[in-house]
């Protein structure tokens, strides 16, 4: 009978586990930030990010994530209570403050390969299902004000491909709207993947993320090009200052800042 009282399985005693390690790692967050504000040098605190990595994986699937977060806030939350003595509201506000998760768009879009469609429906029919899913669940999540970061990249919903935002099928513009629309004011993390490796730079993974939420200004040129008869010409369809330019600041090849370039 004794040990019937104490038994209980795997599951339960891993995620019991896991709570109280993800509140002690909170409480040791939370104990950072104080000491780097003490010395005027935080800018945000400190804060445990749990990230939902794959389908595979415990903690990928968004309710299992808000009950990690929310239950190892809790578990903070006595923590501090029953060792620091803070008092029940100030304790809950430090649990929010120092666990979240981290968001990353491709993990979740991961699922798709999982996702069980309706036989009678079309391919794009079962895709639309599956984007609303995983749209409600976004805004699930930003409810529950479990997200404290997000990472953005894409993919086809069955490997990490690390693509940039809109070149994969992850529905990231509809699922930032949820995350707007419900509270959530952190940053969004372009992940440069895939496109490190064809692109100039990882950053033009970020451009192409511009691009994708409607920016008209998603280039910037670095640095002069070669000269050539692209050197000279308007300012349509340039990203940076023309080597050569006509009209009064004519003949002249000093570089000058765009601002300073005569409109004809």
């Not at 038994?7 to 950072?32: F, H, N, R």
């Not at 605190?45 to 808000?66: C, K, R, W, Y």
């Not at 090009?225 to 009209?247: A, D, E, K, L, T």
Request: aromatic share 10%; charged share 25%.
């Amino acid at each position: 009978m004794e040990t019937i009282k104490h038994v209980q399985s795997a599951e339960t005693y891993a995620l019991e586990e896991a709570y109280d390690s993800y509140a002690q790692a909170g409480i040791a967050a939370m104990k950072q930030s104080e000491k780097m504000e003490r010395k005027g040098i935080l800018k945000k605190p400190i804060t445990v990010a749990m990230e939902n990595l794959f389908p595979e994986s415990f903690g990928s699937h968004p309710d299992e994530l808000i009950d990690l977060v929310l239950s190892s806030r809790k578990k903070m939350a006595e923590r501090l209570q029953t060792e620091q003595r803070l008092s029940a509201e100030d304790a809950k506000r430090k649990a929010e403050q120092h666990i979240t998760a981290t968001l990353d768009t491709g993990h979740i879009n991961i699922w798709r390969k999982y996702w069980k469609c309706d036989p009678n429906n079309t391919i794009e029919q079962n895709d639309k299902e599956f984007n609303t899913w995983i749209v409600k669940k976004t805004a699930e999540m930003a409810k529950n004000r479990v997200i404290g970061h997000v990472h953005l990249d894409d993919n086809y919903g069955y490997h990490d491909d690390h693509l940039a935002p809109g070149e994969g099928n992850t529905p990231i513009t509809e699922m930032i709207k949820a995350l707007k629309d419900n509270g959530y004011k952190g940053e969004l993390i372009v992940e440069p993947g895939a496109d490190w490796t064809t692109d100039l730079s990882g950053f033009h993974s970020v451009m192409k993320t511009w691009k994708l939420f409607g920016s008209p200004v998603y280039g910037a040129g670095q640095g002069m090009r070669g000269r050539g008869w692209s050197s000279i010409g308007s300012y349509m369809g340039m990203n940076q200052p023309p080597y050569f330019v006509f009209g009064s600041y004519s003949p002249s090849e000093d570089w000058t800042l765009w601002s300073g370039v005569p409109l004809e």
